[in-house]
């Protein structure tokens, strides 16, 4: 039985992949490439293609353990099509990412933004566990944040709330 997940947080400067234990969130195993966006959207979709199959290689991990693949972008999200609509860090629009890594590796492939995904993380297993509601804020390449209320992640009419980013 599957007891993995594949993370992928995907950056404007690299793209980090793990192989998470789903019991207790442990990094089994990673991978980090340089996400090098000059390059464009296919190649930058062919490196997390990579990044997924260098990590399960060089850790004898088998496909076949991995339950599903999560994955987060800067910028803006189609959640429920797994499209990457807009990344400004990238330099990148319209990918398909759920659909290229389904394909792929004929597992679920959930999409969302990447601070969402830390988010969760934080809830189940960091600063948020046991809280009931949080707010997170991350600065890295840009700065983001995510509200959660009643243990619910909060996106708003435009799904787009929390997005302290943009804000003059």
Known sequence: MAVYSIGIDL?????????VDKQNGEIIASVKKKTKKDKG??????KIINSVHTVLDENNIN????????IGAAGQIDRENGVIINA???????????DILEKEFNK??????DVEI??????YFGAGVGEKDIVCIFVGTGIGSCIVQDRKLRYGATGTAGEIGHII
Request: with cysteine.
């Open 11 to 19: 950056g404007g400067t690299k793209i980090l992949t793990a192989v």
């Open 118 to 123: 830390a988010t969760i993380g934080e809830m």
């Open 88 to 98: 400004p860090n990238l330099d990148c629009s319209n990918i398909k990412i759920k």
């Open 63 to 70: 496909i076949k353990d991995i339950e599903n693949i999560g």
């Open 108 to 113: 679920p492939v959930f999409l969302a933004n």
């Open 41 to 46: 959207s296919d190649k930058i979709v062919q």
